[in-house]
């Protein structure tokens, strides 16, 4: 393992562990999450406990899935508000899950079990105590009395799409509630969440290009114990193209996928504008036409020096936010400045590289076309 990758897979695993900045992008990756597995709710072990949906994160090299599971609340009154992908800036981007009182905006995406893309009815708070909806929870009436039915009609389109925007996303934004509900006082997943989410990772056998989207361990009874009561996915919710390198690029701009071989590779993710590596240069004009090649020069030196002023600014941005943070005694509010830093350079670097993109294409002489050839009809 090279030092960068290495270097990379512990500021992620970092990163992912704090999760600070609830609802926040933490990580990016040029192409499309797996479509969600299809599987069963294990029964919920006790009362208190609420349903947090399984998805899809990244590890650096491939998708894995962490499986759904029932999670102790963390405060009476506290609703869990799911994880979700999301197309912006020429990349999918994570945005962390959390607790608070009111469900806000996960992608529209439908979960299930109470999660259908707006809100949750899978059960309610009353009286300080937790009460669940039968008709779209596995709860055991004997143990738990605590219940209700109400019937839900999902009004979505029924499919099992995990991210929203982009080429085949859900095609949903957030209301002003929802935009109220991130406002409010909420905090991250528990330690029982972040341990389930470590031992997820640790699992060759819930990585996507393992399992093909269907892994064998879908949901859970409880967080971190995959042995016990687990589910297995009864299939996987569409189509997998394990080699996610060769996927068409006209319908978006991936400009994140460095690919050799069809594998994927791990994201060009960095913390901070000073850890991008420098610029280069493009190739001098060559179109054959002097005066037109110098043309062309002016316009990439004239870019040049824009993307390398934009950069010196966004660096002493950070370096003066780096140096305020550091007289904090709030860890958190930290660590927000250090996710706010990597969310900004990730979408700085990807709009230097669609400009130079775009003049480069500007640039490229005229492709002469053959003649074209007789062609026999197609066959029908």
């Given at each position: 393992?090279?030092?960068?990758?290495?270097?990379?897979?512990?500021?992620?695993?970092m990163?992912?562990?704090?999760?600070?900045?609830?609802?926040?992008?933490?990580?990016?990756?040029g192409?499309?999450?797996p479509?969600?597995?299809?599987?069963?709710?294990?029964?919920?072990?006790?009362?208190?406990?609420?349903w947090?949906?399984?998805?899809?994160?990244?590890?650096?090299?491939?998708y894995?899935?962490?499986?759904g599971?029932w999670?102790?609340?963390?405060?009476?009154?506290?609703?869990?508000?799911?994880?979700?992908?999301?197309w912006?800036?020429s990349?999918?981007?994570?945005?962390?899950g959390?607790?608070?009182?009111?469900?806000?905006?996960?992608?529209g995406?439908?979960?299930?079990?109470?999660y259908?893309?707006?809100?949750?009815?899978?059960?309610?708070w009353?009286?300080?105590?937790?009460?669940?909806?039968?008709?779209?929870?596995?709860?055991?009436?004997?143990?738990?009395?605590?219940?209700?039915?109400?019937?839900?009609?999902?009004?979505?389109?029924?499919?099992?799409?995990?991210y929203?925007g982009?080429?085949?996303g859900i095609?949903?934004?957030?209301?002003?509630?929802?935009e109220a509900?991130?406002?409010?006082?909420?905090?991250?997943?528990?330690?029982?969440?972040?341990k389930?989410m470590?031992?997820?990772?640790?699992?060759?056998?819930?990585?996507?290009?393992?399992?093909?989207?269907?892994?064998p361990?879908?949901?859970?009874a409880?967080?971190?114990?995959?042995?016990h009561?687990?589910?297995?996915?009864?299939?996987?919710?569409?189509a997998?193209?394990?080699?996610?390198?060769?996927?068409?690029?006209?319908?978006e701009?991936?400009?994140?996928?460095?690919?050799?071989?069809?594998?994927?590779?791990?994201?060009?993710?960095?913390?901070?504008?000073?850890?991008?590596?420098?610029?280069?240069?493009?190739?001098?004009?060559?179109?054959?036409?002097?005066?037109?090649?110098?043309?062309?020069?002016?316009?990439?030196?004239?870019?040049?020096?824009?993307?390398?002023?934009?950069?010196?600014?966004?660096?002493?941005?950070?370096?003066?936010?780096?140096?305020?943070?550091?007289?904090r005694?709030?860890?958190?509010?930290?660590?927000?400045?250090?996710?706010?830093h990597?969310?900004?350079?990730?979408?700085?670097?990807?709009?230097?590289?669609?400009?130079?993109?775009?003049?480069?294409?500007?640039?490229?002489?005229?492709?002469h076309?053959?003649?074209?050839?007789?062609?026999?009809?197609?066959?029908?």
């Amino acid at each position: 393992m090279t030092s960068v990758k290495k270097m990379f897979l512990i500021g992620f695993a970092m990163l992912m562990l704090s999760m600070a900045s609830f609802g926040q992008v933490v990580i990016s990756v040029g192409f499309a999450p797996p479509a969600l597995p299809v599987y069963d709710q294990p029964l919920c072990p006790g009362d208190g406990y609420i349903w947090t949906p399984g998805y899809w994160n990244w590890d650096g090299e491939d998708y894995y899935w962490v499986p759904g599971t029932w999670v102790l609340a963390p405060e009476v009154g506290y609703l869990w508000t799911p994880p979700w992908w999301g197309w912006e800036n020429s990349a999918y981007l994570f945005h962390a899950g959390w607790w608070g009182p009111t469900v806000g905006f996960y992608g529209g995406i439908d979960y299930g079990f109470g999660y259908f893309g707006d809100g949750f009815v899978g059960g309610r708070w009353d009286g300080g105590r937790f009460f669940y909806n039968r008709s779209v929870t596995n709860v055991n009436v004997t143990n738990i009395h605590n219940v209700y039915n109400e019937t839900v009609v999902n009004r979505t389109v029924i499919n099992h799409v995990s991210y929203n925007g982009g080429h085949g996303g859900i095609d949903a934004r957030p209301s002003a509630a929802q935009e109220a509900a991130l406002r409010e006082h909420h905090i991250g997943p528990v330690a029982a969440q972040t341990k389930h989410m470590d031992e997820a990772r640790g699992n060759k056998e819930l990585r996507a290009n393992f399992n093909h989207g269907r892994p064998p361990i879908a949901a859970t009874a409880r967080p971190g114990d995959f042995k016990h009561d687990a589910m297995p996915a009864r299939e996987a919710g569409g189509a997998f193209n394990e080699n996610r390198g060769n996927e068409n690029r006209g319908n978006e701009n991936r400009g994140n996928e460095n690919r050799s071989g069809g594998n994927p590779a791990e994201p060009r993710s960095y913390g901070h504008v000073k850890d991008v590596p420098p610029m280069e240069r493009p190739a001098a004009p060559n179109t054959g036409n002097a005066k037109l090649d110098q043309k062309y020069q002016k316009q990439q030196d004239k870019l040049f020096a824009q993307q390398q002023k934009d950069r010196q600014k966004m660096e002493q941005k950070q370096t003066k936010e780096d140096q305020q943070a550091a007289k904090r005694s709030n860890d958190a509010a930290r660590q927000q400045v250090e996710q706010r830093h990597q969310q900004q350079t990730q979408q700085m670097v990807q709009r230097h590289e669609n400009q130079t993109h775009a003049m480069q294409s500007r640039q490229a002489p005229p492709q002469h076309q053959a003649p074209p050839q007789h062609q026999a009809p197609p066959h029908r």
